[in-house]
């Protein structure tokens, strides 16, 4: 009890602490690089990695009771709502796009390009199409045919790079099989990787005390999704699903510098339903739908499903709905709270995007 | 019992096409690069990234049936000798040294840069001096007192940069708290970047598909005597204790390239000897000595102990004896092997920092 109690005012003093950090450091990053993150509830990650080291204790007394959940026979849990988070953070984004505008005549630029006629990668670059003309910015669209070569598109590539009326460049993903997908976008100027999935973005979200430029836009809308519904994520636990370069690898990675106590499962865990189940919190990525059954979770924990399958249904006027990582109707009767497949991250995505491109533009004229 | 069947078979029919394209991998990396890494066992990390995404299973049938141990109530665990491995790797190291020289009269060269008069970093630099002496490498060490500026030593790294008779530099940590650490490696040129401590190549290092140009020493150590000792660690669940950027991040990250499930424990976890407790491979890099007790393990577990501490210690003759992070008397009791120290990961961290600045130099001539 008394290693508890110790432990517990570590941890306050440590957020106390963190909290003036977190001021302190945000008046530094204002004035830095002139932007105020103000729309996000997320904090600049090094102002997070100041925990004390001599937390540890050699005592191998079990100092921690963990949360038990009674569930009501007829529990049902929160579904947080996605869609409506994300409408805020670009109707926010798009206050600051205004004021931009007013105050200095430019507004932040985002180029995107898609090379094939993938259909689920048409809808995702028409998604933030939309929304970046809602939030008024600037928009370009390159598209290639599948046969293009990688020259076409490294030329694209190179001139957006040097075009100071676009500050953010995203290359739509996958790529056709003939391209070369680590030439390309390690070709995007570092300073417009709004993706954030250059290795120098991803060796920054990794290494404690650095602070990348941008961070990938799945992973960041999940965290702000988990902060925004008052989810505490240090010294939890949480599974990710999926170790894929754009979502699972970047989650686990924030998760981390968030002090989760993060486990990673992909398709070689022998057993990863005994692992999930250890988890307050699961982020899922995995790719396959209904992968996660309601087996597979922890009474109370909280689910983030980063799936978006489309399976063909005749009862829908498009011939199709979407289905999740998860299987929501059987996760509803375990956890407390889980993001919908549709209106749960998809939306956080473009929402980050364009906060990104926004955080772009303001970093390059300093102001906000 | 089918779907057991089923995933073993795929593992194994991986493993088979793994073990193809490791070889046809070494092949072309000869090819590419000069460089034939014979003396190590690890592969290179883009030859483990062909695990297929449909292994994933739907079920939620438990069909992984975790070993269990039973150990004799006279049971010692196997001590696995770093000492002797890291010195069989530093005499094929001078083998290749040696005909580098023989065939294009060159030599891999290493500098060192020590700021200030800490003794640990004193024996730690006196280590590496020796044994690229003993490997017949060239060695320079600069030495700079507590209160130099940050000029001198960029002025320092600057010249190593450009001196083409050094191909890795390498800075002692941790430097004085008025020098900026970031600044500071961020200057290193990345193909002399030995430590691997460079952002570009952590990212390389988290990345499926990439492959950084060095793996930073002490968890490259880690993981060749992993595979050394014959412990596979593809399917198992491993537990990385520490998050530094130089020890506990790094590890994580090669372990999950070589498909172990990673839990990563830091001193926000609330509960750490639960966690670690599910560990088959346990890395500790805490830098808290006898933090593990026997109770935080698994048994039949590997554990790999990183921690160095010196402890006093009259009876000794030099008036200290050095601990690990885990209790090592303890351990024996429960674990399948155990790297002891000293004489366990860090004899590993000096001959895989040989074997970097080798591979720096066979790289830059495209020999070997």
């Given at each position: 009890m008394v290693v508890k109690n110790k432990v517990q005012?570590?941890?306050?003093?440590?957020?106390r602490k963190n909290a003036l950090l977190l001021s302190t450091s945000r008046t530094l990053n204002t004035f830095a690089t002139g932007f105020?993150?103000?729309?996000?509830?997320?904090p600049p990650l090094v102002s997070l990695d100041d925990f004390p080291d001599d937390v540890w204790t050699s005592s191998s007394t079990n100092f921690y009771e963990p949360l038990t959940y009674k569930l009501a026979s007829d529990h049902t849990a929160k579904v947080i709502d996605g869609k409506q988070i994300a409408e805020e953070i670009i109707s926010e984004v798009a206050v600051q796009v205004r004021s931009m505008k007013k105050t200095i005549d430019e507004v932040p630029g985002l180029a995107v390009i898609l090379v094939g006629e993938r259909k689920d990668s048409q809808i995702y670059v028409r998604n933030k199409m939309k929304a970046c003309e809602d939030a008024g910015m600037r928009f370009s669209l390159t598209e290639f045919p599948e046969s293009c070569t990688e020259d076409e598109v490294c030329d694209v590539i190179?001139?957006?790079?040097?075009?100071?009326?676009?500050?953010?460049i995203l290359v739509q993903l996958p790529l056709?099989?003939?391209?070369n997908e680590e030439k390309i976008l390690d070709l995007l100027k570092l300073e417009k990787d709004v993706d954030g999935f250059h290795p120098m973005n991803m060796g920054n979200l990794a290494m404690r005390g650095r602070e990348p430029l941008f961070i990938p836009c799945t992973p960041k809308g999940c965290v702000e999704l988990l902060i925004r519904s008052g989810v505490e994520i240090m010294g939890k636990k949480a599974v990710v699903i999926g170790r894929s370069n754009i979502v699972g690898l970047p989650a686990s990675l924030l998760l981390q510098r968030h002090h989760a106590t993060v486990?990673?499962?992909?398709?070689s865990t022998p057993n990863p339903e005994e692992v999930t189940?250890?988890?307050?919190?699961l982020v899922s990525a995995a790719?396959?739908?209904n992968l996660v059954r309601g087996s597979w979770l922890k009474p109370g924990a909280v689910v983030v499903d980063v799936g978006t399958h489309p399976v063909e249904d005749p009862c829908s006027e498009q011939g199709y709905r979407l289905l999740g990582d998860v299987c929501f109707e059987e996760a509803l009767k375990v956890v407390s709270s889980i993001t919908p497949v549709p209106g749960g991250v998809g939306p956080m995505t473009v929402a980050?995007?364009?906060y990104n491109t926004l955080e772009s533009a303001s970093r390059k004229y300093n102001i906000l």
């Open positions: 005012s570590v941890v306050v003093s440590w957020w105020d993150n103000r729309i996000l509830k997320s190179m001139s957006y790079n040097v075009d100071p009326s676009f500050h953010g056709p099989q003939h391209l486990s990673i499962v992909d398709a189940r250890e988890a307050d919190i790719g396959v739908p980050m995007l364009l």
